[in-house]
Structure formats: C-alpha cells, structure tokens
C-alpha cells in the first residue's frame, strides 16, 4: 500500500465524523461503524511544536496507548474497548461511552463527591495492580454513565510498577482536585484515597506516603528547606 | 491613589511608582545586578543592592514628580527569592513606611507577575504560563487563589538556558540585542533525536534534558542544533502543559508572564496552541515580563482596595519560599486599573 492509499483509507474512516471534543492530546470524534457508534481519537500534531518532534510524539503516544488499553481492557478495568490503531495517522478507534465527565457531574452536584473520589480511587488502585500507572488521572478522565464509572484516556500511561510513578497518578488526582474542586477537595481527595487503600491494601499506604513527599518537590515550599527556616526571618 | 512598589527578589532591584488611574505608571526604575562571570552569589547581589536603593527611590519620585507625601502606600515583594536581596528591599520599604507613616502592604513576586500580565493583556480569567529563572508555573484561579495545575519537578526553565548556556560557553551575557544566546544560538539548528521529553501529566522535568544537551555537545555535537533541540523540547513541553490547564479548565485566556515570557519563540508558540482551542492570547510588553517594581506598586494598590490594610513594619517578614498558591486574592475577577 503506497502512502495516497494510507491516506485515503484514513480519510474515508473519519470523513462523516463529527467533532465530540477538543483536548490537549487530541481530536475526539464520533462516527457510525454499523449503526455501532464510535470514537476516534485523532492525535494532531502540534502545530506550535517542531514538525519532527510533532510526528514523533505523536505516533510513539498512539503505540503506547493502544497497548496499554489493550491490557487494560484484557484486565476488565472499566474502559472503553479498543478496535483499531493507526498509529502513523495517530488515529486510535475505540468504543464510544456516552456519559458525562466527572468533572462535569461533581460541579453539577449530581454525584457525591464522597462517592465518586472512593470508585475513582478504587479504578487507579486496579490500574495499578496491573502494572500500570494513567498519567494524567483528572477528574476530566472519568466518564460516568448509567452510574458506573470509567476511567479513560490513556495517553499519558506508562507501564509501570515503580512506586514512584504511582505515586504521580496520586498527586494528580490530589493537585487537579485542589485546582477545580477546591471546594470540597478535602472530601473528594480523603475518599479517593480510600478507595485506593481498598484495591491495593497495606501497600497503598506507601504510595501515599511518597505522593505527599511528591508535592514538596514543588519549587518554593516551605517544608521542604526545614534547615532554612531560621533564615526566613530577616 | 498611588503606590510605590520595592522588587528585590533576584538580580533587579526596581522601584515602581503606580496610579491607579491613568497613565498608570509613573516611574520604572530597575537596576540590575550583571556578575561578570559565573552565576548569581545572593550576598553579592545584596552588596550591590544595598549601595544602589537609596537612589533607585530618590529616581524613581523624580520620575515620576512626586513628593513622598504624595504616596498613599509602599508595595513590597517579601518573596519568594534569595534571603539576602529580599532583606534588602524590605528594609528600605520598612523604613519609609515607619517614617511617613505610610501601610506597608506585603506582596507576593508570584501574584505580582501574574496581575501584570493580566492588566496588559486585559486578560481576567486566564491560564497562565509563569516562566522566569527561577519559576516554571502553570497557574489559574479557582476559589480565592491562583492554583498552580502544574510546575517543573526540578530545574526553572530560565535556569535551564542559563545553565546550559554558561555550561557550553556561550555566556555571560546571557542576553545579546535583547535575545538570549541560546536562541541566537538555535537559529539554523535541526531537531536531534533521542533527547528526553519529560511531561508527567501536569509537570515538566528539565534536568534529564540539560545532562542530555551537555553530554551532546562533549561527544562533539553540533551545538546550535543541540540548542535548537533543547529550546524545542524545553518551550513544547511548557506550552503542552498550559494546553493541558486550557483544556481541563475550558478557560478562554491565556497570558504569559516571568522573565522568560519576554522570549519572541515561546510568545509566538503560545499563540499557536491558544488559536488550536480558540483562546485569546496577548504577547505582554517585553520590558515588563522581567522583575520589575511596577508589577509589585500594582498588586500592592489591588490588594489595599481589597481592603488589606498591610502590615506593621516589624511583621513584614521576608519568606524565600512563599507559593503564590498561599495567597488568597480577594480582588479577583478585578483587573488592575479597574
């Protein structure tokens, strides 16, 4: 098959799709495949990054990916399934959830934030477990419908069972609930941790411990120069 | 109402002289300490401070043609920064708060940069990009603060240039005809492979790619397409995280701010990925993305209107590690000026 040929097969995929929404990473869109609704996932390149850097971020971030959901639907996490990869078009096409964002259902006070922080929590100690860590587990990245959860976006995942990169989805999670649910963070934030501790046990606790030593590598925080405070006060 | 802000946080000491009317800006006086060789010594800095403050004051009422009785408040930027320049400027904002009886309203660098910028850019509500040697922040309010969504897990991004550049003998100075070396360095540079792109969902990481740069130009590299790579990866990855903030928080604005928002490459990548998801996007003037004390005289007169009354004299406490994200701001969505 000769470039044109890649081109067209592509373009006849996504050519009645219409846009769901516009991310950081990527295009989503939605098209019909036997009256069978789906999403496609269009990784663009950057257009404010160099050409090559572009292309190579994103065709490296559509393998990863679809590896990764791969295992993570091989493993009954609940996510969407994947159909196909194109990694060289950046396209990933995966079934379509139709739900709400969590984001969207905490702030429009339809879930219970105590609630919704233990599922969500639980779902990253499942993705853990299986040598996985999401990257980027914002309370954007969950979809809810009919109730039930699904974590989603796995483009920033990495494999992984270093605590240490564990302990990065935990400070995410913490970080982006203190930035758009200030509100009632402490509650979303306590329960996510709960429901972490009820998937991984004894061993979430060492994860936790490492994510709150994460949130002192931030410039300028106070705890983090102990030594120094005497020096705070001219 | 007018106020003088006092900057001494790095290598500027700049006494700003603000109205809250029109023109806005009465006196901008900075001076700026220049090591002839190596990196910034904070006693040094100091020393250098201590000699000039008197006179950046006495200049800046010049300039502006007032009378130090005609000032309603002293700003000063208590932190964050290195102990020794912040005491410097505290100690002169202290003494002419007690002798005129004057408030003394303490203020964050942080906040200070990011009201700037949203007074010049007209920007109420906007994601912003914080970049300075020091600072690498992606912030936006939410619930009474600026809340940092993300920020580099080591080295600042001015630091990174700075240090690469001084490390492959390309500086001091570090700013040639208004570029830094490593850009002028960059220019005709290709993109190499192989060097790290660290994004870990809302952070950057800086210090694998400075060891790369190194460790590239010693295996006799080309270096001005080891200075394109790095600069590429370097703005990319802080514009893709601001990308990140944009699209998670469905925010309209986007403003730059920190000595590194004076840089033409990452304004004009800025732009770019603002238009990708319809944001609005304004360059701020190049002279006041650096240090400066009007940004502080500005955040000074936001936070007094706001009905801070500031602080004793003997309680303005320098603290080098003062997050931005520690400081409520009640005036907000106000924008400077208003």
């Known amino acids: 098959m000769v470039s044109e040929d890649f081109r067209r097969i592509v373009s006849r995929i996504t050519s009645r799709a219409r846009i769901l929404s516009v991310g950081a990473e990527s295009v989503l869109l939605v098209t019909k495949l036997d009256n069978y ?17 572009a292309k190579s971020l994103a065709v490296l971030r559509t393998i990863k990916e679809s590896k990764i959901m791969t295992i993570i639907n091989k493993n009954g996490i609940p996510s969407p399934r994947i159909l196909f990869s194109l990694p060289n078009a950046g396209l990933i096409g995966m079934e379509y959830i139709e739900g709400h964002t969590l984001k969207e259902t905490l702030e429009q006070g339809l879930v219970d934030p105590r609630t919704a922080g233990r599922v969500a929590g639980e779902i990253i100690g499942r993705v853990h477990s299986i040598g996985i860590v999401h990257g980027d587990p914002t309370t954007s990245n969950y979809i809810i419908k009919n109730n039930n959860f699904y974590l989603i976006d796995y483009g920033l995942s990495e494999f992984s069972d270093k605590l240490e990169d564990r302990a990065v989805d935990i400070h995410l999670f913490r970080r982006a609930a203190l930035a758009t649910h200030a509100k009632y963070a402490d509650v979303l934030v306590e329960s996510f941790l709960d429901g972490y501790r009820a998937t991984l046990g004894d061993y979430a606790d060492k994860v936790i411990e490492r994510a709150s030593k994460l949130e002192l590598m931030g410039r300028y925080v106070a705890e983090r120069r102990t030594v120094w405070s005497r020096q705070n006060y001219s | 109402m007018v106020a003088l802000g006092i900057e001494s946080t790095a290598h500027t000491f700049g006494v700003g002289i603000v109205s809250d009317r029109k023109p806005y800006i009465l006196a901008d006086i900075r001076y700026k300490y220049t090591p002839s060789k190596g990196g910034i010594l904070p006693r040094e800095v100091a020393q250098y401070f201590s000699t000039i403050a008197g006179r950046a004051v006495r200049e800046a009422l010049g300039e502006a043609g007032l009378g130090i009785r005609d000032l309603s408040l002293i700003a000063v930027a208590l ?23 004057l408030p003394l309203i303490p203020v964050n660098h942080g906040i200070a940069h990011i009201e700037i910028a949203r007074f010049f850019a007209g920007a109420r509500d906007p994601v912003i990009l914080y970049v300075s040697g020091g600072t690498t922040v ?8 600026y809340r940092i969504f993300g920020e580099t897990l080591d080295i600042a991004l001015g630091n990174l240039l700075d240090t690469f550049a001084r490390e492959a003998g390309l500086a001091p100075p570090y700013i040639v005809e208004g570029e830094h070396v490593v850009d002028l360095c960059a220019r005709g540079g290709r993109f190499l492979r192989d060097f790290p792109y660290t994004v870990k969902g809302q952070d950057v990481s800086y210090s694998g790619l400075l060891t790369k740069a190194l460790r590239s130009l010693a ?18 990855s802080a514009i893709e995280v601001t990308e990140r903030c944009l699209a998670h928080t469905r925010k309209n604005q986007v403003v730059l701010t920190g000595g590194v928002a004076a840089n033409s490459i990452l ?17 701020i003037p190049r002279r006041y993305a650096g240090d400066n004390g009007v940004m502080i005289a500005m955040a000074g007169i936001l936070a007094f209107k706001s009905g801070l009354n500031g602080v004793k004299p003997e309680d303005a ?5 003062w997050r931005l994200d520690r400081v409520d701001v009640p005036w907000f969505p106000r924008i400077f000026g208003e």
Do not use: W
């Open chain 2, 267 to 283: 304004n004009d990548k800025a732009s770019r990925m603002s238009k990708l998801h319809h944001a609005k996007f304004k360059p």
């Open chain 2, 317 to 321: 406490i320098i603290n080098q590690r």
């Open chain 2, 79 to 101: 932190g964050p920064g290195m102990g020794p320049a912040l005491r410097i400027g505290a100690t002169v904002a202290r003494a002419l708060s007690a002798a005129y009886g």
């Open chain 2, 138 to 145: 992606i912030a936006t309010y939410s619930y009474g603060r």
């Open chain 1, 37 to 53: 609704k789906i999403i496609l996932k269009f990784r663009k390149m950057k257009p404010y990054m160099d050409p090559e850097l």
């Open chain 2, 219 to 236: 295996k006799g590299i080309d270096i001005h397409d080891v200075c394109y790579t790095l600069r590429e990866i370097a703005f990319s």
